[in-house]
Structures are given as C-alpha cells and as structure tokens.
T-cell receptor, first 115, second 116 residues
Framework: DAGVTQSPTHLIKTRGQQVTLRCSPISGHKSVSWYQQVLGQGPQFIFQYYEKEERGRGNFPDRFSARQFPNYSSELNVNALLLGDSALYLC??????????????FGSGTRLTVV | AQSVTQLDSHVSVSEGTPVLLRCNYSSSYSPSLFWYVQHPNKGLQLLLKYTSAATLVKGINGFEAEFKKSETSFHLTKPSAHMSDAAEYFCVVSEGSNSGYSTLTFGKGTMLLVSP
C-alpha cells in the first residue's frame, strides 16, 4: 500500500507569490493534517481536515488556507509568501480525526524555499 | 494548553552504549504521548505511543519509554545505540480539543549523534 504522498518534494518561490502543496492520504484514511517545520524546530500544527471539513486550525495567518476533496486528498495554499514561510511542510493522515488511538502517518514533506 | 520540553538539543553517544532522551510535558488532561524519529530529508516515523495503558511502552528498533505522571516525564531509552539510530527525535503530546479532534504538539527535537 502506498503511504502518504506529498507533491512536489521541493519548491522555490519568490516573495509575494502563491503556492499550492498537495497531499494524498493512505487509502481509507479520512483525516488529513498539515504541519510546518521550520529549520531547527519541531513541526507546528496548521490545519486538520476530516470528512472534507476543517476541524482544527493552528496559530497561522489567514494567508494560509486548505481544503479536502471528496477522495480525501488535500491541498494547502499559502498566499503572499514571506521569507519566513520557508519550511518543510508535512502532511499527516489518520483513519479518523482522533490521533490518540489511531495515530498519524506522516509524508516525507514538501521543502518550500522562498527567495 | 499542552506543551512539551525536550531537555537536550543534542545527545552524543558511542555505538553500543545506552541512549537516554529526556522529555517533560504539560497537559490539562490525561495526555497521549508519542516519540517520533526523523532521519535527514525524511518524514516522521512513529517510534512508540502511550495512550493510558501500560506506563512502560515498547516501540520499534529496541526503543522504549516510561510514562511518569508524578514527574510529568516521558523519557526515551535504548539499551545499546546503533549507528543507524543517528537522527532527530521528537517528543509529542496530544490531547482532545473542544471540537473533539486532537492535534499534536511537538517538542523542539533532540539530535542524537552516534559515534563508532
């Protein structure tokens, strides 16, 4: 079975541009979460989606948005990119929305560099 | 609010010697706790998890962790380090939210260096 798939793996953008990152969860998983990992730090929670609805949002500005599609894949959009948005963006899938019993499986991430 | 403190940013050991990575947590409720490992340019891999069952949790690759509520600690140990254990390790706490869905709060990570 395929794991969590993220695309692209690497991306370079210019300040002020917009970017879309994509995630396909494990087959059968209905929940997708997004995390931002800045170099030298632990990942920080951005969004959680379950059954195509937003179920949680971290402390990120409105420039960050996301959605989940009927096939449970997800997109993360970031508008008006800043240098500080440079990070590894991780997608995690889970069977349901509660991680405590079912756990999260993470993808390998998308490395975004803003220049 | 939940939080995690990893007490060491770097830990250096020799191959074959024990490993101890320290983690303290803060949580309003009974937390679930995890350890994840991240190899260079890779995603996160779950090592083990505590979800209010046995306080001593065994994980993959010989790692284990003990939940100590009185000390609010969840330290990760391994009896004998292997070169392939060199990676960054994250202690993670999870608790439910008002929406009924849980999120993960990560520590800042501990880089484990293993020398021959």
């Amino acid at each position: 079975d395929a794991g969590v798939t993220q695309s692209p793996t690497h991306l370079i953008k210019t300040r002020g541009q917009q970017v879309t990152l994509r995630c396909s969860p494990i087959s059968g998983h209905k929940s997708v979460s997004w995390y931002q990992q800045v170099l030298g730090q632990g990942p920080q929670f951005i969004f959680q989606y379950y059954e195509k609805e937003e179920r949680g949002r971290g402390n990120f500005p409105d420039r960050f948005s996301a959605r989940q599609f009927p096939n449970y894949s997800s997109e993360l959009n970031v508008n008006a990119l800043l240098l500080g948005d440079s990070a590894l963006y991780l997608c995690a899938s889970s069977l349901f929305g509660q991680s405590v019993n079912y756990g999260y499986t993470f993808g390998s991430g998308t490395r975004l560099t803003v220049v | 609010a939940q939080s995690v403190t990893q007490l060491d940013s770097h830990v250096s050991v020799s191959e074959g010697t024990p490993v101890l990575l320290r983690c303290n947590y803060s949580s309003s409720y009974s937390p679930s706790l995890f350890w994840y490992v991240q190899h260079p340019n890779k995603g996160l891999q779950l090592l083990l998890k505590y979800t209010s069952a046995a306080t001593l949790v065994k994980g993959i690759n010989g790692f284990e962790a003990e939940f100590k509520k009185s000390e609010t600690s969840f330290h990760l140990t391994k009896p004998s380090a292997h070169m392939s254990d060199a990676a960054e390790y994250f202690c993670v706490v999870s608790e439910g939210s008002n929406s009924g869905y849980s999120t993960l709060t990560f520590g800042k990570g501990t880089m484990l260096l293993v020398s021959p």
